[in-house]
């Protein structure tokens, strides 16, 4: 991904505010348009994705366009100043392309989708690329130079795959291309497994659960297959508008395609944030983390550069079991955290109802009724007025000498591989966790892939790697040697890029910079106790009382490093559990077990202290308060909020002010769900 | 549904009392059926459903009617006075037909069924339409005279959809004459949401279930296809045999079919309940509360008329997860219970244990070892009796002062819609809730659709009536100003009849009759406490104390009405909650949360005795007690019964006599399970 | 069965120890081949399974065989005495051939399978027939002379079914030869219920779920054609290597084939057994008990002849929701219980983990680092060396007294039809619950089918006999009057072989036998509290205190019987609940509710007592001991496992000495999980 841009819209030197914008639902009704831009000035709103599932109305019949409703949108967006993030419109294939073309929808197990819902095209049909491309060709030309053009969004939501024949015989190419030749597949595949041997490429032709290495190269190749769509996609615009910087919305964790291969089509990176806000038997401050971990995920996927919150909710979503409207202040905190995580501003899902189906019900800033005295429009427009008097400040990268590794091989390989434990492997929430540790003492973490530079950091965790790519364990070693330290888990380094197991003893090519090697392991069921208890050398390095484990429990043998805590019960009490071994001028954590969350707090959060890791505030944050920095020096601003669910003080000491008013701020009260914005004084 | 009758088949003046019968399955053993008849006597049964499933047996092989054996059944019948309820076969197709016409076995999703169980045929296929007439007519020409045949049993059980290509093009045809034109279905679907406006009618192939107008016109279209094919079933019927009502066995709530639609077809109504008696984790006088509902929600359909209830099981069904036998005194109780809400006997699935397939050990009046020793055989005798002393006195029709509203197209409107809550909606639970406090107070009520007339009521409850049918708002204004008392719930007017919301704020166009408007509406999980507390206002009506509330709160406006309660936790502490408006001579109540049983019982209850509405006993019934009155005057009858699961005294006073003894009654003792029908005295 | 062989192996004195073994899947590392007999050596491992899905290795391409790597396998396994198990490769057909003919793949509702997985050709198809003949044939050809090979592995695990147009063929084919003409069908299948007559052959082509005659025929269809498939497969090899014995690996009580009738195909029963030690929310001991009737039922499929432990894991298996590795010494003690249940030896799956796939995670005796100092290989290797001691010991087989009856079709009687209750049926814990009593005090059982000779046993337990075969009920009363104790429980006697209710009052032909009626049975949910109280006479059988029921209750009525328990609650309090009946010189008892364990061993322990059945042990075990008996006399062994979680002692007196080492023992003092080989002193 190419860095083109400080700030996300060429030459718009505001905090993007505005969210998707669906007129072309009541074009019939041109007052709401008029409406829609009066509510907009009044909630500070400047960019508006618009398009996102036009196509039926951009071709009505097929090669027939019709641009003049955009056009007009488009102006009226650029009398007012706003920014159009322009859509493709293949989020949403037409009725009549459908029925004409039946190879643009999808197949699994041999049948074809009817025409319903959205995003269910085939990624492979060239006649559905066709479309694409001159749709999107013609969208280009027709404006190009339109001064509301900001930048587009190409399609919606990417997800899912296509099982017809065409998607079957590329799948096949590209196989052709990874390994070369059907002996190298058989290899690689490890296929003498249950006499799977392919004796002809057409004998690929079907997915099998239990080849897992066929089933990790499906998912690569959906996740290439998509890439390639997107440039396909993207070709046009890239010739007719070099100028205008590309994006599509990610999902966060979504299990179906490897946004780190995605984003290299990119220009800049947004995703689509709807957290669980006041959830049902949980705390505000959980999801706070998650959502914390979820920002720092996709910056990761765009090298840390500056980013958008492309869609989010102002108040409920209407697709969960259950979604309570955000609650006073929740707006603002959560919309403060996504900029203090690099956001270049808020958008979201939907700037106004739709009258009818199944997102009619879905939380917008501007309700059925069209008023502006709700509370949801007021703290929109309130956050507007923040966003306003912030803009100018904000565009600082935020800088982080901390990384967790999250890499979709490695949550395939643990979600679709057949181990002693098949329940509660929660490879998302461990890193999770492993994150928390370093996200509540306000230390920036970049969540980034394996094959990332690590060079960059002085503390990496890698939560449950089972998977290695090649040439990792060597980069892991030389960045230890260099003076980092490397915390890794259980389950780390036992199957490489093929999914087949390493020989030489588990943690596999890490064994050595370990010290360590985990030849058996413990699944205990939820009535079983098992305990932690740290040696005098784990008491040394803050390990303290009694760690309950659960899930995984692997007994070490410590080869060559140094035991910082051991199992107190069952028949393998007094085993290592967590060690560390000094290599060259770093460290190499190993921690065998699944603790609770005081045991990575006490771990990761203990390196961080003794490694000086910097926060963003250089004071111990109450329980409940996050805070992000963005820049560096006197650039340097602090976003605190307060999920806590109460009040909540902060003694900052001389030397702040708050970023929105200039007042100096020497004793921070923040009330429940408050959100501040700090600058030096 | 004309009136042509004042009991249910011409000319027999008793109760019905029988069931479903099935002596095609043992045709090889004679002395089987008369051992039947035997039993038959024994048990006071005079009504018989033949031929249900009885195709095969009629038509062997196609075109070769075989009548021999039915014309013995209905011959011996008439020997002992009893009556036919004759079936139509159409609910089990033979196998003949379903092998030479594929088209008579339902499609879903491309694949046609195979030739398995039962109700399962294309109601479209002109095929089926012709076999069908063909053999009612052969049916009605051969019995129009004979003496047993009392009544036509419609099919079985109507049920399902079919989605072949036949009944594609009938719900285009139907979708043309509805909406008239493409443009006009574009606009009511709102297809404008995801681009799926359709330009071709071809276009139209496939159930989106995003789409919710169109899932909504859907169910319509499958309710109006059945009835069109029950007219069609029924039409040499009506024309050989025209004096001889037609029926078919409704299934209370089934969420399949609009009932309200198909009534309009029927002569009476009839319905097949199974209520869990004896429940696990739950109580018999639940049971007994929503059986009332579902047998006021049937009578209703009728339009008040009485009817008929076609199937119960004696003892234990076994098609249930779980179905314990009535237990000694049940079924007597809850055989009164229905007689009491209308209807004109009782009848049984099933008279005899079919020796094997999936109902051999379904409950029945005479089992495997054909014994008239059985306790469930002496109860079901018992019954008998009592039916029999009871005949001539029952037959006058229920008559409400009240209506609980519900309807079909609002069940599918919440149930498929996606909103901020897609659990615990529970229209079903709510409207029973909110039946309950008149039905334990012996209040009749009529369980009515929301285009029934209104005019005949004091009190109307509206719960959830999220879509409004057009005409609606107005005529509940209309019912308010001539005196009316209304209550509607949260959820209230927030669809139109296409499942497009109202645009001028929440209930709609309701807002101004009830004077408050629903800008938000919180979702709590369970664990949130939140509580009403009443106003003055609100105390001086009747409520008191705290009320729970859960699963809905919506945040009220008052623009124009009293507030009886607020909300007393949560950020909107104080909120309004429960409001009342006077309009005109009426009330127009509005309840923005779900409260507990209790509130429902002071609102409902509280305006119930205010209204001085009706009760079956002039007293207050213990609680288990229930009491419905059919008639008026001196011939009156109360049905009284006792499911509190322990004994009950009534102090009826003076005036009173047991209708089976004509021994006078001051004071009432109901052992548990107790039943009985008291008159005038 | 025919009875070959006193050994399994002709000429191999050595209980088997070893597994499967999949060297194609590492033959281009021919240092591993070389590795693996090392380290076979060191474990004691004399006997390994090969070429179970080797198909694609064997016949890489359509009539092309390589039979070179094998001709190495076996030379080499026979360089070291060691025996192949030699698989015949049916079990995972080649990518080439599902490709060229499909109709080798299974086809589920007109739907063909792609290929994936294994276990799944259809066993119909002429072709996949034809290749199985031909492969088979030129391995026995090959190895027929081979020093190495031991005994034949008959493809894999046979299960599942299909649904193909020439499975259908075969099924109609299969009902003409049983039921003879189409009206006998009719009869047998009571099609007249819901109108299913059948006019012609062809008719029948769809599984009908409600037709419950239908079900059952198609389930024993599915296993004759499965055992016509294993016929097929062994011709050649019965042909060329008469003397080598068959067998093919079951799976416990599987409920896809009735492993009666394919035992009739083989020369030895072997079975895959993978008890859930250390089981989640369980304990050990309940795991062990399972596992001894599952090895009993296995024995009795064998007709109480020596079998094979063909698979078990030596740690834990990667295929359930959460495997705990076996613990320390409980792979001696469940290996050892295994023998003493008659198993001639103890191999496992596997010998070593694949590199890939789904098994790689699985259990091994080696693993992935080759090492042989894994606690594991330890512990299997110290067992190797236990049974090489006992290996010339050990042969005789198990002599039991008591029977429990177990029958694939009342499973499928009892699982596929609709009753009262569709929950908790629970016929195989039933059957394992009324198997405990007598295994707990070391008393041998077989487990057999009703068509078993019973003349040999002394006590007979058939619980919930739902389906009696013609002719049982006259063996079970032959059986009582010549002496022996027959003891039943509720659901008894309900459905003859066709899935027809008896006519005649449950227990249907047993009536007499047990002088009882069932007309009655109360199902109570869980809350509902039920008790059984003893009579004087039950009393003075043993029965005492008060036995809590769930479940089912029978409400009996004793026409000639004692009645040694009633309900004590319930509107039924009082009436029978557990009878017995003096007939001729034995007795028959009938316990009409499911009441705990207390009952079932009050019951059956209290007749095991009184009948003096004889026990491994002459003394009262701990609780948690097991103990089993081989052989009788001089020659007698006794396994003893302590499965108590905790140490508990024995005190044996004079007479024993142990097994192994040869030394005397008067008190036995067990560990956890330790277990010993007993011998006469």
Known sequence: MPARHRNIVPGFPHLLHGGDWNPDQWLDRPEVIEQDHQLMSEAGVNALSVGIFAWAALEPEEGRYEFAWLDAILDRLAKDGRKAILATPSGSKPAWMSLKYPEVRRMHNGVREPHHTRHNHCYTAPVYRAKVAAINRALAERYARHPALGAWHLSNEYGGDCQCPLCWDAFRAWLQRRHGSLAELNRAWYTAFWGHTFSAWAEVNALDRTMHAMTLDWRRFVSDQTADFIRAEAAPLRRLTPQIPLTTNFMGTYPGLDYHRLAQELDFISWDAYPDWHPAGGDDLDTAAHTGFNHDLMRGCGGGKPWVLMESTPSSVNWKKLSRPKQPGMHRAASLQAVGHGSEGVLYFQWRKGRGCSEKFHGAVVDHDGRSDHRVFREVAALGATLGRLGAAVGAPVVAQAAVLYDWDVAWAIDEGQMQRNCDKDYIATAMDHHRPLWRRGIAVDVVSQRADLARYRLVVAPMALLLHPGVAERLESFVRAGGVLVATYLTGQVDHNDQCFLGGFPGPLRALFGVRAPEMDTP????????????????LGLSGSYPTRHFDELLVAEDAEVLATYAHEWYAGTPAVTRRTVGA?????????????????????IAARLGLERALDLPLPEGVAAQARGTGADRLVFVENFAGAPRTLALGPGWRDAESGAPLAELALARYDARVLARA
């Open 525 to 540: 069921p939820d009535h079983v106790v098992q305990t932690l208890a740290p040696t005098a050398a784990g008491t040394a």
């Open 586 to 606: 770093g460290e190499a954590w190993y921690i065998g077990a699944r603790g609770d969350r005081r045991l990575a707090d006490d771990v990761v959060g203990g």
